[in-house]
């Protein structure tokens, strides 16, 4: 699963990396971002054919819910985009580009749980799959909200979890994105784990723990707890 991530990388450079056109969203530097937060999201616009980097919700209101209930789907597993109610028609239309800098997962053999950051290997953007979704609110204004797609994990994140996001690569997005009007057939190949040796992992604060803490602290290094 993805249950906290950080997005250090400036927005502007966000715009030159994915190629977005539209005014930048008020985003400041978060290492520690939860469900419910606000997140940046890249989305496509098929009517003028542009990319926009937006900031939605965390955590998705399915467009047919009667009001926002339960724990938010903060995560929608690949395997079932297709059948689950809550994801099949944003699977089919409203898909989207979920940028991160780092993720946090929690080994789960120590006790207390011991968090690790996991980053690309090579020091870039990670590219999330994601969904995105409308919901009409009760004031009649319209909440947009998103999910980020999980996989099986690789052999190397295996150790920390059975579960982590869908990377995809700058020669996938404009598929996921719906530029190229791919099919859900011809996008299913995308959600699959990456390799083992793009991504590296390390052990944090446990300050990242408790929402609300923030600061590069978080993701500095520090020795795991015995």
């Avoid at 030159?16 to 530097?29: D, H, V």
């Avoid at 989305?43 to 009001?67: C, E, I, M, N, Y």
């Avoid at 898909?95 to 789960?108: H, M, S, V």
Wanted: with cysteine; net charge positive; charged share 25%.
């Amino acid at each position: 699963m993805c249950g906290r991530f950080a997005v250090t990388t400036p927005p502007e450079a966000m715009r030159q990396l994915f190629g977005t056109r539209n005014p930048l969203p008020n985003a400041p530097s978060r290492t520690n971002i939860a469900p419910t937060d606000r997140v940046l999201a890249v989305r496509f616009d098929a009517t003028d054919r542009h990319r926009s980097l937006d900031l939605l919700r965390w955590g998705l209101v399915p467009h047919w819910a009667k009001q926002i209930a339960g724990p938010p789907l903060i995560n929608a597993r690949a395997e079932s985009l297709a059948e689950r109610p809550a994801f099949r028609q944003a699977f089919e239309k409203r898909r989207c580009l979920i940028p991160a800098d780092a993720f946090y997962e929690w080994q789960a053999d120590r006790k207390p749980k011991q968090p690790f950051a996991i980053r690309r290997a090579d020091g870039a953007v990670m590219a999330f799959a994601g969904l995105w979704e409308n919901w009409r609110q009760p004031d009649g204004s319209w909440l947009r909200s998103v999910a980020i797609v999980t996989t099986t994990a690789n052999a190397a994140l295996a150790v920390l979890h059975d579960r982590m996001p869908v990377l995809l690569e700058p020669a996938d997005w404009p598929a996921w994105l719906g530029e190229t009007g791919a099919t859900a057939d011809a996008l299913r190949p995308l959600l699959r784990p990456c390799p083992s040796d793009a991504l590296v992992f390390y052990p944090v604060s446990r300050a990242v723990n408790k929402v609300g803490n923030e600061g590069p602290e978080l993701l500095a290094p520090e020795p795991a707890s015995a």
